[in-house]
């Protein structure tokens, strides 16, 4: 907590209403399956029915005859460069080549003139397979003589990790208990309301793709080096869109397809994925075997960790690497112990792949964690909220990976749960089958590396304001994917330069007319992308103050702005409008503009691999949960959830509490209903959103949103992460809850009805 | 001439395709009344079949009842703020009030799902009118007890003009010959392929209006004061515009009424004139009665000169005060006399609206001065092209009405007409029928005074570099109406940063996103706007040399860049890539922008009205006409034209040549065949593309374009106009050739084959 953090500011810390709602309310908004550009076709691709096969022959004659077909492609028609997230591992290619990899692959693609006429050339494409085994089972992936899904990664290892800080078994042997539990973690997606979809337009040698995009940047660099366009060749323009929660972070087949039809026919081309091939392309949470050991003293100080992971990468790496790094190099933050031993393994199957989703690799270890910490605490008749406030980080200290955490109100956040869940009437005391379960988490604030190899800023933003002094313009590559950053990104405008929200107008998140951002995850946006337009709004309020002295014949540092008053501290007679100065401005020195950019400073990363956690700082949070059990039926109900967030500053208490609210439940539904099931086959079997069942606004519980005050030194005016944090506790704490409930251990995800009930009927046998 | 007119630039002076010409030439391009907007409506407005009436009541209940109609809408549903261009004359407003000025004056207006719905709602339309006399006639509308058209013009004047320099009366008691002839100019209008169309859209409390516009800058600060809007609130985005002439330098009600009607209905409104309502609209050239007294010495010196003018405003006065005054103060322009007076009057009639046009006041009293210019050298004995060479202009010269002239190549054009057209050869010696002729012409380089009052630079442009350095991007407010503006602009920047012409994109008028610029008019936009883009290009070449210095470890004052390359000037060994060099930029520092603007200096006009002929530079035009006369028939037919421009530097030749001869084929029409008529009601006969005669393909001459080497020192990089210019000296010339031709002078424009024929007849009875 720092003075500055009580600081009265003008337009930030205000929940001024989203500057996208008229347009979303009234539908005016369009997202990219909206979008209709003169001329265009629709794109439509035909997938796989095999988990793996060897392409022998595909016939596209009968197709290409049908009335009103444009164009049938197979890999035959397009670049076979292969891609990917890291140049190593580059294993994707826009349409599969020999072999297809998993049910749902992309095999050809069709455009017509509408979507009608494209279905049914799909169906007269003939492809000639022949089916070849599949590994289905990560557990199995790795043993001799499985089928290879990559020739290139021998025994499915999709990557093999082991670090060793301290000397774990040293610590193990000086603890009071040690012990090993494991945990399985499910295969979930993340089911935004909007399946991925985009128009590709080539025209006089340009690409220009509008797209729902996490990162209209990121897709450029990827997209022009697929097709071996120069970059500035390549224009991504991010459309509206419904949600991405990291399966939209990298280009899919709707960018990749179109691109290539729309250079094939010279007309536009959209794809717009239906559920099913969301789910194909999924890109989700990785289900996690997890085996944890954790040695702690008898006063419940954790001595070690010991974490070993194999992971369900499925088909392909995208950014799988990074989710196995992430799963073991989070593990260390919120609690400070200094001996881990983390081994990791992601492997390949026939399954789509998986990568990032809200979270990242962090939010099934710490369900892991959170688990265990409250197995101990009662070996130990330890209160469980004592265990972790024993272990609890403090502000400016480093991990025993080396992450450097600044600010931290973690114990002030366990200590508010503490008291707002009434925990200390209820822990133990509630009626059967009602119970109360804490889990805790911390999050990145912006990832200390770029996504890919660049020395570009991570940020950078241009403020330029009207010539009559009324409005700000704000450009910047940040991505409004729906959590509200353009609004947030707008209000920090109108701090720094002294104006109101109401004055700024955003253009964001468009290759050609913002400059460079790495987009939307990590939840980087508001510390980074903040920095920038912070940076680049001082420059505009400086080169304000310096001609208002002039004009008021004052010294420049007795100057401010406030909400558009441009006045002389002490002499409250003498004032300017903030149009006045501006218009100035532009009268003697033309058009008047800001710059800004970021790039994280030099942050930790001495360790190989634990570098994917790095931040320039950190947010923590305490959850707790209550829940009633219907022993019967195993049906768990959640009725109040309690979450005390350490974000540093609010810029919009509105969008925040949103936020804290929307990834509680969407770890809700990862805790309780969601789990992608598949046929021996590797065919899915509830790719739809019948069966693959998210919560609903019926299903979700009471939510006390509080914070903690804090201020982080390392972001602009204080802030840090809220966007992803909120995930990490829930799993565990509705675990930890319903133990307090029925009594009943919970190791595997999700924590649906039949596995409670079953572990009644098991508690029952053994009583 | 001067040495830097050598400089072998690098982009600037090629003749580079227009940057929309794929987009023009493919139909991609589209224009105001292309654009479809959801929701949209269509607006038509019902406009006075009487000349002069007073409103007495208008039913709209009928065509409110039609199904389809969103809105009907009379002067007493929309703001009755009146509008004009001279605040002191604001007398026009978006509907009619209480009497109609002029057939086809705004009256009523609907908005419907469609164009049929449309037209037959305004037909449901009752109103009554009390029919008033008219005044259609200019040379008597002064008179006492003639019909007011507006109440505070007293006798119908709407601006009388003396101005007296020098003493002309005695110059001409000095002279050796001192003649007097009166002239008659045309009603001609712009004939824009286009019509005028706008949509306007009102969301959030914002009006948006896609327009035909010459000047979206301009039509925002008119359109935010007639509805009370801030400035900021009201965004004006240019189409595609398919020319403009002078015709869309105003707001029409295009865009006043279809931002009523979408202020109304809450839904966007699409209006789109139809060819008649362009003649309604007009604000094309004013028929001038000229009367012109010149005195010279026995050698052909000009001693002084008096001009009378009577000129047919029409109904309203739009930009017709600018028109006036132009008439007189381009005639001391391109000839050096000492003595001058110059008495105007601007008089209001029941006619269509007179402004701007191409060449604005000044192409007629140049007819009248090169014609009486021609009658002196007869009676002198002289050579018409030595008595112009007497009298030319020199460079570095200011005029009588203090028109400072910097570069001048008048006497350089004179002599290369002269020898490329055979003059010596052929004048005076041509077949029967057959005659040649001389006319010439100046004009300014954008006018040195705002269009409205503001201290807002005249032009301001930004640039901003790609973080791969392989584009940039320039903003600009600038128009490209067609004349190619957005094409040397960037050549400009181009040249001005270093790069090449392909890697330059333009973003240009929308008041949202580009700076303040005046816009297209009084051929500004090349050294005004061009101003700006060099400073920007400046401002980022300072910067990318200051970098690479660094990086090449050499002074910044030996680093240059072109086309690209970056490099140490006598070291060829050390060259970076422009592209390398800005990405670094980037990297270390962030966007790389570059902003520029232009405001003249404080230019002549020390004399008051005379101001309005003040610019930074002007130009030299002699034209030579070769015709060949029936005389049977009285019909002309012009064989071959050769022009000589004086425009200082040429950025794009193809543009330029391309510009030349469009002014000239526009004066060939006003020379030859185009007048709007009227009946003795008032209403026009031929406002229609059959009757009122534009020169096609077929009618137009072999052209001969040439330039003379010429540098201009207020221009960027030399430049000056040459978007007007040419349509001075075609009419002149012409009437010129024809006396050459057949021995007969003709006054009255255009110079028909009737009048031919008659003044054939009447040279005959002379005879």
């Known amino acids: 907590m720092s003075e500055t953090s009580t600081k009265d500011f003008s337009v930030i810390g205000k929940s001024v209403p989203k500057i996208d709602a008229r347009d979303k309310v009234t539908g005016r908004a369009k997202y990219a399956g909206d979008l209709k550009v003169p001329g265009m076709l629709i794109g439509k691709i ?16 009968k197709a290409m005859e049908l009335p009103g077909v444009a164009a049938v492609i197979t890999a035959r028609d397009v670049p076979s460069t292969f891609y990917g997230i890291s140049p190593a591992r580059y294993d994707e290619t826009i349409l599969a080549i020999e072999k297809v990899l998993q049910v749902g692959d992309k095999v050809a693609a069709v455009a017509a003139v509408d979507e009608e006429t494209a279905v049914k ?103 022009s080096r697929v097709f071996g366009l120069k970059m500035g060749d390549v224009r991504v323009i991010k459309a509206f869109v419904g949600g991405g929660f990291g399966g939209k ?190 889990g805790c988490g911390g999050f990145i604030t912006g990832a200390g590396y770029p996504i890919y190899r660049t020395r570009l800023p991570h940020a950078s933003a241009v403020i330029k304001i009207s010539e009559q002094g009324d409005t700000a313009t704000l450009y910047i590559g940040a991505v409004d994917i729906g959590q509200g950053s353009d609004t947030i990104l707008a209000q920090m405008a109108a701090e720094a330069v002294g104006i109101n929200y109401e004055d700024v107008r955003i253009v964001s998140a468009d290759t050609e007319t913002t400059p460079h951002d790495f987009g939307a995850y990590a ?29 008021l014949e004052a010294n420049a540092a007795d100057v401010d702005i406030d909400r558009r008053v441009v006045f002389v501290k002490g002499s409250p007679e003498k004032t300017l409008t903030f149009e006045n100065v501006a218009n100035e401005f532009f009268i003697r020195k033309g058009p008047l503009v800001g710059k800004g950019s970021y790039a994280p400073p030099k942050l930790g990363g001495k360790f190989k691999g634990a570098a994917v956690g790095t931040s320039p700082a950190y947010s923590f949070a305490a959850q707790i949960s209550q829940v009633e059990v219907d022993e019967e039926t195993g049906q768990v109900m959640v009725t109040k959830v309690w979450d005390v967030h350490d974000c540093g500053t609010v810029i919009n208490p509105s969008l925040l509490h ?61 802030v840090k992460e809220v966007g992803e944090g909120a995930t990490l506790p829930t799993m565990g704490s509705y675990a930890n809850a319903i133990y307090d409930a029925i009594g009943v251990r919970l190791y595997d995800l999700p924590l649906t009805p039949e596995k409670v009930w079953r572990a009644i009927q098991d508690r029952k046998k053994l009583l």
């Open 46 to 61: 035909l997938r796989s029915p095999h988990a793996h096969a060897r392409i022998l022959n595909i016939n596209t004659s």
């Open 121 to 223: 050339a799909l169906a007269l494409i003939d492809v000639e397979y022949e089916v070849l085994p599949a590994v289905l089972d990560p557990l199995r992936a790795m043993d001799e003589g499985q089928p290879q899904v990559h020739p290139q990664y021998e025994r499915n290892i999709s990557v093999e990790i082991h670090q060793d800080f301290g000397d774990v078994e040293k610590a193990f042997r000086e603890s009071y208990v040690v012990r090993t539990d494991c945990f399985q973690g499910n295969r979930a997606t993340h089911v935004p309301m909007e399946p991925h979809a985009a128009i590709s337009k080539w025209e006089n040698g340009k690409l220009t793709i509008w797209s729902s995009s996490q990162s209209p940047h990121y897709f450029q660099y990827h997209i």
């Open 523 to 551: 939840s980087r946006q508001t510390l980074m992308s903040g920095h920038a337009v912070k940076q680049a709004g001082d420059e505009i309020r400086r080169q304000i103050i310096e001609l208002a002295a002039d004009l």
């Open 658 to 718: 949103g936020q804290v609210e929307g990834a509680l439940f969407m770890g809700m539904g990862e805790a309780m209903y969601e789990q992608v099931v598949f046929d021996d086959k590797g065919k899915p079997l509830n790719a739809n959103l019948g069966e693959y069942r998210v919560p609903t606004a019926l299903d979700v519980p009471e939510v006390i949103s509080e914070l903690v005050d804090s201020y982080e030194p390392a972001g602009p005016w204080g």
């Open 249 to 438: 972070l990298e280009p899919s087949a709707a960018e990749y397809v179109s691109a290539a039809l729309a250079m094939k026919t010279g007309r536009p081309v959209k794809i717009v994925f239906d559920r099913k091939e969301v789910f194909f392309h999924n890109r989700g949470r990785h289900a996690q075997h997890i085996e944890l050991t954790t040695g702690v003293t008898k006063e419940g100080k954790i001595l070690g960790v010991h974490a070993k992971f194999i992971i369900d990468g499925g088909s392909y790496t995208s950014l799988g690497i990074a989710s196995a790094y992430y799963a073991g190099a989070m593990l260390p933050l919120i609690y400070d112990f200094d001996h881990f031993k983390f081994d990791g393994l992601r492997v390949h199957t026939n399954l789509p792949s998986c990568a990032a989703q809200r979270g990242h690799g962090a939010p099934q270890p710490r369900f892991a964690f959170e688990s265990q910490l409250d197995m101990i605490a009662k070996e130990l008749g330890m209160d469980p909220i004592e265990i972790r406030k024993v272990n609890a980080r403090q502000p400016n200290t480093t991990t025993l990976n080396d992450l450097k955490v600044n600010s931290c109100e973690f114990t002030a956040c366990l200590d508010k749960a503490t008291e707002i869940s009434d925990w200390a009437g209820k822990k133990g005391k509630l009626p059967p089958g009602q119970g109360i379960g804490i």
